[in-house]
């Protein structure tokens, strides 16, 4: 038996390409038409965003639970996020988690040792660049980081909450995201994180100037493992 899989949604573009990872990959472990038993849950983004513009994180973990408690009722075995930027909450709402909780900045951080990378370039929203969620994993994996000059960090943060939540990819935004990767592997940087689970939909490993590490399909890909056992 598969253990059943609960996706805590937050922005839809992450979230889809979380889902169809699961199921995509999934077939190719378990055979034609196969995946493990996954749900999803939603609440509107505005329960997240009205706190999270407010710095008031304790209520995005509140919101976060109220998603989690539901993935419990109905039978999911474990959660995954795949939204980076709302893990800041996860201190908050530790001691209280109903199901295990895979989290992505750890699993990120995991893989980046198995590749050998030293140092990694760290792209995202403006609230997790400037955010511990990324550093201490990191650096309890003895690993060094580079995050993003302010100019970049209000570069990123605009065209991932005006252009990839809602899909809309522009070859223009591809240059800024290669500049700003170009200067972090100028900076040392081996490896750059896909640190928002919408990036991966315009940055990849064939128009990056670093290898990516996109943890959008990493998250998936331990959940899926686990999932399977």
Not at 186 to 212: F, K, R, W, Y
């Amino acid at each position: 038996m598969t253990q059943h899989i609960g996706i805590l949604g937050v922005s839809a573009e992450g979230a889809a390409l979380c889902y169809k990872t699961i199921c995509i990959e999934g077939e190719e472990r378990l055979g034609t038409y196969g995946h493990p038993e996954i749900s999803m849950h939603t609440l509107p983004l505005v329960d997240y965003m009205t706190p999270l513009l407010a710095d008031d994180w304790a209520q995005v973990g509140e919101v976060m639970l109220a998603s989690m408690q539901k993935l419990k009722t109905i039978g999911a075995n474990f959660v995954i996020c795949p939204d980076n930027t709302v893990h800041q909450a996860i201190p908050y709402i530790e001691d209280r988690l109903p199901l295990p909780f895979l989290h992505i900045a750890e699993i990120v951080a995991e893989y980046a040792v198995t590749q050998g990378f030293k140092t990694l370039g760290l792209t995202g929203t403006q609230w997790l660049v400037e955010s511990e969620v990324y550093p201490a994993k990191l650096t309890a994996q003895n690993l060094d980081y580079i995050r993003p000059t302010d100019t970049e960090r209000h570069g990123i943060n605009r065209i991932i909450m005006d252009e990839l939540i809602y899909g809309d990819i522009k070859a223009e935004s591809e240059a800024y995201f290669q500049q700003v990767m170009t200067r972090m592997q100028g900076d040392d940087a081996d490896a750059v994180i896909l640190g928002c689970t919408e990036i991966p939909l315009i940055m990849n490993d064939d128009n990056s100037p670093l290898p990516t590490l996109d943890s959008t399909r990493l998250l998936a890909r331990s959940a899926l493992r686990r999932a399977i056992g």
